[in-house]
């Protein structure tokens, strides 16, 4: 049987049939624990050497809607054991050996400390997420990316009613309806079904195509989420997997976008909706120090990056000497 990984997973589509449909995709997402409740016990509060370094917490806010986000969130994949590590297939296992509901907590209390108040993830941890919420007393927000069973519509109900203050149509599903099948009401229904929900819906995606397959047919969303990282290190391989792939992505999870980044940031111009900037690192191909102020200053209204306990203060701190003087100036104009 073919070695089906985590974006084919997601898709649905032709996994399902090599997984043997719904029910198998249901049964394994179910018995697969994003988190385990064992470990060892955190304190609640935050001792001072977790924030050593700080310049200072996070100042840089905008709005989607009416949801108030720092410019910085925190990403949801390495919390929810999908980390991406190029060929080492150990690695998701590992960090969801690491991540008890306790080291999410602490994860979480940390970047609330930093002044990152949002968490973007699955609707796997809106358990963890409610948890941290009743117990913790924590604030964090949460954007659903609605990958779910039942479908993206479902997934964003689910996630509403599970306080989520934002959702979005999930890149895989996003990538496949715009590329492969051309179905622009796939994405007419889901903004339709999910606005009636009252939070920002937005579309994410890895393919420069997915965008603009949905302004062509004016699938417009309250926001986008995309993929923008470099493309020049060895393993990038982006003419070839365009030969192989019908989406033109990176095959061996060892890249997320289908163009450079100077061709997103050139298409994204022309759209005024607000832009969530995401994989910008491209699992740890680059440094924040260098990834971010490329993004913000390409257009990027938000990034969110996936980041461990240690280095949350790190790179708040690159985020807080982008913005410490106010928004830079740039091509595109802020939004937000």
Known sequence: MKKINRRELILGGASLVALGGAAAYTRYMRSKPVVRETGPEIPAFIPERDLEGLTHPMTAYAKIGNVELSRLILGGNMIGGWAHARD?????????????????????????ACGVNTILTNPALMRVINRYWREEGGKIKFISDCGYPGGVVKGAIASVENGASMVYCHGGHADTNAVVKKDWKFFREYLDESRKLGVPVGIGCHSLQTVKFCVEHDCIPDFWMKTVHKVDYPTAHLNEDRKKNAT???????????????????????????????????????????????????????????MYDYQVVEDVNVANAYFDKGLPERSRPWHG
């Open 88 to 112: 080492m297939g150990f690695y998701g296992r590992l960090v969801k050996a690491y991540f008890t509901d306790e080291r999410v907590f602490r994860n979480f209390r940390i970047a609330e």
């Open 248 to 306: 033109g992505l990176g095959s061996c999870d060892n890249r997320f976008v289908d163009t450079t980044r100077e061709e997103v940031f050139a298409y994204m111009a022309s759209r005024p909706e607000p832009w969530i900037a995401f994989k910008v690192l491209g699992a740890g191909i680059e440094h924040p120090r260098g990834a971010f102020p490329v993004s913000w200053k390409g257009g990027a209204d938000f990034i969110c990056c996936g």
